[in-house]
């Protein structure tokens, strides 16, 4: 989504797309009794917030506009709009999978206000018109903000740089080839340099494929019973630490995502440990599921990184407790139903998530666990990402777009794939019982979804 950059306050308003939101701007709002957590400022409290013209204010004036709307929030969380930095939206060449419209209603509904688009559409988003082309359609199509990563690599190939500068230009805010993983690490590092120069944060997807080879699960005791290609936690591992060592050399931020490997956590933690620029966002399904998921040959289940063992999943929360994991995403990835109704090893990889990944989260993080409170969840939601992508987002600071989440902390509920506003119905959650939900997603001031 382009920005339009104001002098007025330390925030950029960002434009508002035309699909679920007006032109006009929104009316007064005064939201009331909710409890206002902004991990931004530090601020956990029982409070009243207005809005007007689509940007926070603060605390209502003494006189409110006679078109004031309230909302009361009794019981209610409220939050700066969540951000999933990690959303296949498979356009274009696969709207048969998922389309802008529906994949950003499908965020909505769980509670986003900003997504970003992952680049491993049909053709790639690898030059300034695809860049170009994509914006058109988030301005035509969109719920919620769309931000654009960029390709490394022209073609997702991993060969050769594609026109980083250019893209920039044209209108992204991160660079990765997600799907697939640049294996030359000269290309690696000479991107990381490249994008130095811009202060543009680089994404990657960590997968050796060599080590990898044909692998369609997690290489244990579950492949080797099933008879399946095993795909081992080194083949993440090895180019985690790659990744370490360049960013050491190049003295450049990079961020792994999607991180699902004991092994990747503890050389996480030791870079953590040394100072260096690594962050790290991980996975709702690499927490709730093992490799055992797949005995029975689901492919709803194949994923890649693959799931792994119990503990893998241990080594995760840690990672999660002690910091060395800040971002949460989904790695939302739609596929048809004939597409994951095939063998196994001919299936695609990937599971949808944007509708229940806050939920899956809270339930095992904060309810069955207790790992973390409200407060340090957000935050992986709202202003971790937001400092990574360098958007001025994530905090309900005065001046800021008003994009707010409303979350029911302990509202019960199972998630049906049949009542997904995803085109895809390909989730690991069908029939999963949550505790917490986002019951309504406001961009700009104005209510983009509401639980009925």
């Given at each position: 989504m382009s920005q339009i950059h104001s002098n007025s306050s330390p925030f950029s308003?960002?434009?508002?797309?035309?699909?679920?939101?007006?032109?006009?701007?929104?009316?007064?709002?005064?939201?009331?009794?909710?409890?206002?957590?902004?991990?931004?400022?530090?601020?956990?409290?029982?409070?009243?917030?207005?809005?007007?013209?689509?940007?926070?204010?603060?605390?209502?004036?003494?006189?409110?506009?006679?078109?004031?709307?309230?909302?009361?929030a009794s019981g209610l969380i409220v939050a700066p709009g969540l951000i999933d930095i990690h959303v296949h939206l498979r356009e274009p060449g696969a709207p048969h999978k998922e389309t802008i419209e529906s994949g950003t209603f499908a965020a909505a509904a769980g509670g986003f206000?900003?997504?970003?688009?992952?680049?491993?559409?049909?053709?790639?988003?690898?030059?300034?018109?695809?860049?170009?082309?994509?914006?058109?359609?988030?301005?035509?199509?969109?719920?919620?903000?769309?931000?654009?990563?960029?390709?490394?690599?022209?073609?997702?190939?991993?060969?050769?740089?594609?026109?980083?500068g250019s893209m920039l230009k044209a209108g992204i805010v991160a660079i990765t080839d997600d799907g697939?993983?640049?294996?030359?690490?000269?290309?690696m590092r000479r991107a990381l340099e490249y994008a130095s120069m811009f202060q543009l944060p680089v994404l990657d997807h960590c997968q050796d494929y060599n080590l990898s080879a044909d692998g369609v699960m997690h290489e244990g005791q579950w492949s080797l019973r099933l008879g399946l290609q095993g795909w081992p936690r080194i083949a993440e591992e090895v180019i985690v630490a790659r990744n370490i060592l360049l960013a050491e050399l190049c003295s450049t931020p990079i961020h792994i995502q999607h991180?699902?490997?004991?092994?990747?956590?503890?050389?996480?933690?030791e870079a953590s440990a040394r100072k260096l620029k690594i962050t790290a966002e991980v996975c709702p399904h690499h927490l709730w599921f093992t490799d055992e998921k797949l005995q029975n040959f689901d492919s709803t289940f194949k994923v890649n990184p693959p799931l792994r063992e119990r503990h893998d999943i241990e080594a995760l929360l840690e990672a999660i407790v002690e910091g060395?994991?800040?971002?949460?995403?989904s790695d939302h990835a739609p596929h048809a139903n004939y597409e994951k109704e095939v063998e196994i090893d001919h299936a695609p990889f990937g599971m949808t998530g944007l509708e229940t990944e806050l939920a899956a989260f809270a339930t095992l993080l904060i309810h069955r666990e207790r790992a973390i409170?409200?407060?340090?969840?957000?935050?992986?939601?709202?202003?971790?990402?937001?400092?990574?992508?360098?958007?001025?987002?994530?905090?309900?600071?005065?001046?800021?777009?008003?994009?707010?989440?409303?979350?029911?902390?302990?509202?019960?509920?199972?998630?049906?794939?049949n009542q997904s506003f995803s085109l895809s119905k390909n989730t690991p959650f069908h029939g999963c019982e949550f505790v917490g939900r986002a019951v309504q997603t406001i961009v700009a001031g104005r209510t983009i979804w509401k639980l009925l």
């Open positions: 308003p960002l434009q508002v797309l035309p699909l679920a939101v007006s032109s006009k701007p929104a009316p007064p709002l005064l939201i009331r009794n909710g409890r206002i957590i902004d991990p931004a400022n530090q601020r956990d409290e029982i409070a009243d917030l207005f809005i007007q013209s689509g940007v926070i204010i603060g605390d209502p004036p003494a006189k409110l506009p006679t078109e004031t709307q309230t909302l009361d206000t900003s997504v970003l688009a992952m680049p491993n559409t049909s053709p790639p988003c690898d030059s300034p018109a695809a860049v170009m082309w994509l914006l058109q359609r988030i301005l035509q199509k969109s719920s919620v903000r769309v931000f654009i990563a960029g390709a490394i690599t022209k073609s997702l190939a991993g060969e050769e740089l594609a026109p980083i697939h993983c640049v294996q030359n690490h000269e290309v991180v699902s490997s004991a092994g990747s956590v503890r050389l996480l933690r060395t994991i800040t971002i949460f995403a409170d409200w407060p340090r969840l957000i935050a992986c939601y709202t202003v971790n990402p937001a400092r990574l992508l360098k958007l001025n987002l994530g905090t309900l600071t005065a001046g800021a777009p008003a994009d707010l989440t409303l979350i029911s902390p302990n509202l019960r509920w199972t998630f049906d794939r």
